[in-house]
């Protein structure tokens, strides 16, 4: 009986949260708390929307499509590299109070912007102002539709007031937290002081059962029936949401789906380019409004928030100082701003697993205020991902850092847990195939919101912002020493001071090498056959940095520092780090386990009784051949991996082991590219191979922007720093940083993203796209700022 309790008592805490003072104070993201946080561009999903910071908020959001009869419709409003756009991104964006978007659809140009004006009790208002430009030289200018919504998330109620013409003017409603509150859609002109133009209306207004929905209803209700006549032009057909065509619901679907349906209106404007449309945002409680923010003042409004932005950049950065080009300079605004931009607040249950559970359990409700790897392709957090984006935010905006920190830590569950990929609600679930929902709880993550610690911490030290950081650790650190207690008792490796990455992908056959997933680098070779021996150099050091963050925090508090120091001192003990991962083979940093590289993907063989013909027989799968047992040895793989003890500063400056570093990182037929550090040596047997027949290398040769981050973050800290590599740190830091900075400004010219990863041979961004959550990184590299 004891036993069966304790398991169902263990069952129920991997649900249970952490018990300590949640970080973030009740409220605290309210429009009466918080108002001038309440609205922003917190839908990273899709191109261009707008919600607030509350659980179930009213959203705001633009559809468009070019009413191009003859093509497929091509309706875009969530993020999808599929749609192939010519680029899109913030090009300013203060994280606060407006941004500038610029999105290059195939021949016109849509640039769409947003001022917040504070007042009344609701977050105050906003307005919209959407301009669009042909791009190409056509003869005849596109005719574009903008479709712009509102939408409830199960409470809430929307009006919509329909003019002459079927044009629908405004839409009023309430909700919990906006109270009343008035949307107004402005007329098409051909620019701010200009007339209005030629324009066809339609709306919709009906009901969603989720916000995931939404394209759909509005696909399914398109109607070709409509003429767009302008007075002195050709009439056209064009493709228009349709009052009169209900949305087909299934009877089946609408029993299977307990959920409340929720207000949703939309107003479709079609219009020849180039034209300017405005949407203004009214709250009710706003009551001594000056004027309206519209035309003349919104443009007013915006030019007094560029030039804002623009002072505070080179104030925070000093890029132009440092004499890069404007068009440089362009650049990292961009990559700023879309960090900014990109910033998302979810809310939500995780869906996790731990080895006492039969079945998955739903996480505790929970809000998560944060900065997304990629708009289109996994909008939503990442736990390692994030240390890395608050380094960029917390340059610009320390408290947004530190509300970002806040929501991440207050996921933390009784245990110390922290799930690393965040699916919160039905619309971020809509993007993620079934079987990367679970969550495990003993998988872990590197605990880079110690980098972000670190430099809250060295921004303490040299003076600025004071009062507020300290108030802001002495909430967090029960859970801080919670956290590091979790990967000390979960992480632990076979020997003291020795680390393990639990979560090895288990199926051993399927795999050239089982991914390592939580360890953020998922395909990067380990020890051929996962086993309890093993031991990862990247975590030991993570958990070095780890234990010297927390030492400090003690301190700063005058809490007992004393066995994070003594943490501090074993982990980053040079003598004992060799000991357990110096391979003398490799003349490297490795991990230690139950391997051999003998190994090699092979054509499953499949037996075809004689006579029988072949294709009623399954494809032959590509399986794993083992041709010499493992052992207990080294993993003499040169990558990343090795350059971790390097990358945290654990190395003494006068260290020969650096000296072997160096050399490798700079070796052109290892790990040097003239585009950044490439991922794996590149004479290494597994450089650049595919992990299964459907896996391509992923963290095996590409070039990623995290670690290049960090490894020119290590030659500027060695470089200032007394040793016998001080000369050649110092010169391998500007050819790097040249490199890195050159070639993410390049291909951003030449594609119009930033990228998840670069391709080592040619430089080419590859992978995801736009993609700056940690590529963006490359904007701190060019201010220097580490
Ligand atoms: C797959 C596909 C629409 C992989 O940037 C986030 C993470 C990193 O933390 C990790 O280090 N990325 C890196 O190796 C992307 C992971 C995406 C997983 C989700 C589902 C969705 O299809």
């Avoid at 029936?225 to 089946?252: C, K, L």
Wanted: hydrophobic share 35%; net charge neutral.
């Amino acid at each position: 009986f004891y036993a069966l309790y304790m398991r169902s008592s263990l069952a129920r805490r991997v649900v249970t949260l952490h018990p300590s003072p949640q970080v973030l104070h009740d409220n605290s993201t309210s429009a009466t708390v918080s108002p001038q946080r309440f609205w922003g561009s917190y839908r990273p999903q899709v191109y261009f929307g707008m919600k607030t910071r509350s659980p179930r908020s009213m959203v705001t959001g633009l559809m468009w499509m070019r009413q191009s009869p003859e093509v497929e419709v091509s309706l875009r409003h969530t993020c999808e590299q599929g749609d192939r756009l010519h680029g899109y991104g913030w090009l300013a964006h203060d994280g606060l109070s407006f941004g500038v978007q610029e999105i290059r659809d195939t021949d016109f140009i849509l640039t769409t912007e947003f001022v917040k004006r504070p007042g009344g009790d609701h977050g105050g208002d906003w307005t919209w102002r959407v301009t669009a430009k042909q791009q190409s030289s056509a003869p005849q200018p596109p005719i574009i539709s903008l479709m712009f919504y509102v939408a409830a998330d199960t409470q809430g109620s929307l009006q919509a007031h329909v003019e002459e013409r079927g044009r629908l003017s405004s839409v009023t409603g309430s909700s919990e937290e906006l109270g009343s509150f008035k949307v107004t859609f402005g007329k098409p002109t051909a620019g701010e002081a200009a007339g209005t133009k030629y324009a066809s209306y339609n709306h919709l207004k009906t009901v969603s059962p989720g916000l995931e929905k939404l394209t759909d209803i509005v696909r399914n209700s398109l109607s070709r029936r409509f003429v767009f006549s302008p007075p002195s032009g050709e009439r056209r057909p064009y493709i228009g949401v349709d009052v009169h065509r209900p949305p087909p619901q299934p009877q089946q679907q609408k029993q299977m789906d307990p959920r409340k349906e929720s207000d949703f209106v939309l107003h479709q404007v079609t219009v020849q380019t180039p034209f300017q449309i405005e949407v203004l945002f009214e709250s009710g409680s706003f009551r001594e409004r000056p004027n309206q923010l519209a035309g003349r003042v919104m443009t007013e409004a915006l030019e007094e928030k560029v030039a804002a932005f623009n002072g505070k950049f080179e104030e925070t950065f000093g890029l132009q100082g440092k004499g890069f080009t404007p068009g440089q300079v362009k650049f990292a605004k961009a990559a700023l701003s879309n960090m900014l931009g990109g910033m998302g607040y979810f809310h939500g249950q995780s869906i996790v697993q731990s080895s006492y559970n039969e079945h998955p359990l739903l996480y505790p409700e929970g809000s998560l205020f944060t900065a997304v790897p990629s708009r289109s392709f996994f909008p939503r957090g990442f736990l390692w991902d994030e240390g890395f984006h608050q380094l960029l935010v917390g340059r610009w905006d320390p408290e947004a850092t530190r509300e970002a920190l806040a929501h991440w830590l207050d996921l933390m569950n009784a245990d110390g847990w922290i799930p690393r990929e965040q699916i919160l609600g039905d619309e971020a679930r809509s993007k993620v195939p079934a079987e990367f929902v679970v969550q495990w709880n003993e998988n872990a993550n590197p605990p880079t919101l110690f980098l972000t610690l670190q430099a809250l911490l060295d921004a303490e030290s040299s003076g600025r912002r004071s009062a507020a950081t300290e108030g802001f650790f002495r909430r967090i650190f029960p859970r801080l020493r919670t956290w590091f207690e979790w990967y000390n008792v979960t992480q632990s490796g076979p020997l003291p001071g020795s680390y393990r990455w639990r979560g090895r992908d288990k199926d051993v056959n399927l795999f050239l090498n089982p991914k390592t997933l939580t360890s953020g680098l998922d395909d990067f070779p380990r020890a051929s056959h996962p086993s309890a021996d093993e031991r990862h150099v990247d975590l030991r050091c993570w958990m070095a940095l780890a234990s010297s963050i927390m030492a400090r925090v003690a301190q700063l508090l005058g809490e007992p520092a004393s066995d994070y120091r003594r943490a501090e001192r074993e982990l980053s003990d040079n003598a004992r780090l060799a000991e357990l991962h110096w391979s003398e083979h490799l003349g490297a940093f490795a991990d230690y386990g139950n391997h051999t590289p003998a190994v090699s993907l092979v054509q499953e063989k499949v037996y075809i009784p004689p006579g029988q013909p072949r294709h009623q027989f399954p494809a032959a799968r590509l399986v794993r051949s083992v041709r010499r047992t493992p052992k207990l040895q080294y993993v003499n793989a040169l990558g990343y991996v090795s350059l971790f003890p390097f990358l945290l500063h654990l190395l003494t400056p006068d260290s020969p082991k650096l000296g072997h570093i160096l050399r490798d990182m700079r070796d052109p037929g290892k790990l040097w590219t003239p585009y950044g550090l490439r991922s794996l040596s590149k004479a290494d047997p597994m450089y650049m191979k595919r992990n299964t027949e459907h896996d391509a290398p992923y963290w095996r040769g590409p070039i990623w922007i995290n670690i290049n981050y960090l490894a020119v973050r290590a030659l500027y800290h060695y470089g200032n720093m007394d040793g016998p590599y001080r000369e050649s740190v110092a010169a391998l830091y500007q050819e790097l940083r040249t490199n890195i900075i050159n070639n993410v400004y390049k291909q951003y010219m030449e594609t119009g993203y930033i990228w998840e990863q670069y391709n080592d041979t040619t430089g080419w961004g590859q992978g995801s796209h736009p993609f700056t959550g940690w590529s963006a990184l490359v904007m701190l590299i060019m201010a220097e700022q580490y």
